[in-house]
């Protein structure tokens, strides 16, 4: 038990009041796990909480007053941790059907604040100062099981609360878990509901889905219970374009398979890709996206799907808008699904070093992502195959290398700027220097850094050829 956690018992039961750590602090320690981020109960209105907590901590904030919750932080001293503590008012929860936020009413008991929580691996606490263990719904016997179960009817609990069943896929993925029958039913009876929780709060789920130790298991159950025919009904269609006569992989499968790979392949914090990281997992889980859309069985027996990646890059940046995520992961998980396929090609045939330009000036700061999904889209079973493709890789990764010593890579420019290139051509700001400065970059690319004075002999070559064709 954490020390601040008995301090801040005993400050509170010398105030009068009940205090009680609850949910995934305590459900953590049972599995030998510790954290800074503390979470309690109390018997003290928040006002009384904010009072407490303002003297105890070094910060303390009321964003979650309205439903009763104080936050405050101790800043690490003396090397202890940093901590930060949310207490929140017993409560009570009365839903409105038609939404997802509750009429919040407090309440007066620990075991009653414990009955409204998601399941009952979080309904277990520790009554402070004396620790005593409190377990009204027999968590402990789930935690042991390894069981997702509601404290109350399921079928009550997510029609009071729908975002309770996306974390039933969530906790599968933390922990785990299996979810327990009766949750499962009423999820897959109530999968719907799920439309009327927010965009954010359902992103908000999903991301931390993804990014724990077993995503696979929390996107079985997204599948298979039907939640995500309402989430994410990409991930639907490309389950349901398994190909009965077997002529082309299940791109559900697979693109599970090239998740688990991606992971395998992020670095620790000190690597180019630290683990976990969001966007690389949704670009592998969604790399193959725009197949179902694209699929096509040919005469010959086979089956194509041309231009993918390219209606696969549309289809994630559509649906990750639609979930409200920020601009910048929309626009870097659809910039890799359009990528994904540019490697393939490069062993049978030996790239220029202006291909290679383009590959690493596309990919720009995506580029170590790019490797790592590249690598992990590889799933065949036949080892040779497999093997090639990897030395093909470790080819095109070392003329990286050479080419980035050589050029920096990183930071490719044309070889004259806009000031030059107007001085050259004797040009006022305009379109016609933007056309200039393309041209200039297409040559960097295709040959290489060439000087200042070779760049503007040839594009002075070039305004000339097309000042002659205008005419």
Not at 29 to 44: E, I, K, N, Q, V
Not at 105 to 129: E, H, I, K, Q, Y
Not at 181 to 193: C, G, H, L, T
Not at 231 to 251: C, I, T, W
Request: net charge negative; with cysteine; charged share 30%.
């Amino acid at each position: 038990m954490a020390p601040e956690a008995v301090e801040l018992g005993e400050i509170f039961a010398a105030a009068g009041h009940e205090l009680a750590l609850v949910g995934g602090p305590v459900r953590d320690a049972f599995l030998g796990r510790s954290s800074a981020d503390l979470d309690f109960a109390t018997s003290a209105r928040p006002d009384d909480t904010q009072r407490l907590l303002a003297a105890w901590g070094d910060a303390h904030w009321d964003i979650g007053k309205e439903f009763g919750t104080i936050g405050a932080k101790k800043f690490s001293r003396g090397g202890a941790p940093e901590v930060v503590v949310e207490v929140t008012t017993y409560r009570t929860d009365e839903y409105d059907p038609a939404s997802r936020k509750p009429l919040v009413v407090f309440g007066d008991t620990l075991d009653g604040d414990l009955s409204r929580r998601d399941f009952t691996v979080n309904a277990m606490a520790v009554r402070l100062p004396d620790l005593t263990f409190v377990d009204p719904h027999d968590g402990l016997t789930d935690l042991a099981r390894e069981v997702l179960r509601t404290p109350i009817e399921a079928v009550r609990s997510f029609d009071d609360d729908p975002l309770r069943m996306m974390r039933a896929a969530r906790f599968a993925a933390q922990l785990g878990f299996t979810v327990d029958p009766s949750a499962d039913s009423a999820v897959r009876d109530m999968a719907e509901r799920i439309t009327i929780v927010s965009a954010e709060r359902v992103r908000d789920e999903l991301s931390k889905l993804l990014v724990s130790r077993f995503p696979r298991q929390g996107l079985h159950v997204l599948v298979e219970s039907g939640l995500a025919d309402h989430v994410l009904p990409e991930l639907v269609g490309m389950k349901e374009a398994v190909d009965e006569h077997n002529r082309h992989k299940d791109v559900y499968e697979h693109s599970l398979t090239v998740l688990d790979q991606a992971i395998d392949l992020e670095t620790g914090p000190d690597g180019p890709v630290p683990g976990p990281d969001l966007v690389l997992r949704l670009a592998a889980l969604l790399h193959d996206i725009g197949k179902p859309a694209t699929r096509k069985f040919e005469s010959n027996g086979t089956v194509s799907f041309h231009h993918h990646e390219i209606v696969g890059a549309k289809l994630t940046a559509k649906r990750l808008r639609a979930l409200r995520f920020d601009k910048e992961t929309v626009n870097q998980v659809s910039r890799l699904v359009e990528l994904h396929l540019r490697f393939h090609g490069y062993g049978d045939g030996a790239w220029t070093d202006s291909a290679v330009r383009r590959y690493v000036t596309d990919a720009g700061p995506l580029l170590e992502r790019l490797h790592r999904l590249t690598r992990a889209d590889c799933t065949t079973r036949n080892k040779r195959k497999a093997q090639r493709l990897s030395s093909a890789y470790d080819d095109l990764e070392a003329r990286i290398e050479v080419l980035r010593g050589e050029e920096e890579l990183a930071s490719i420019r044309p070889d004259l700027d806009g000031q030059q290139i107007m001085e050259a051509l004797s040009l006022k700001p305009g379109p016609e220097v933007g056309q200039a400065y393309k041209f200039l970059m297409e040559l960097r690319l295709d040959r290489g850094p060439l000087g200042p004075e070779a760049a503007r002999e040839e594009l002075v070559r070039w305004w000339a050829g097309r000042s002659t064709e205008q005419a």
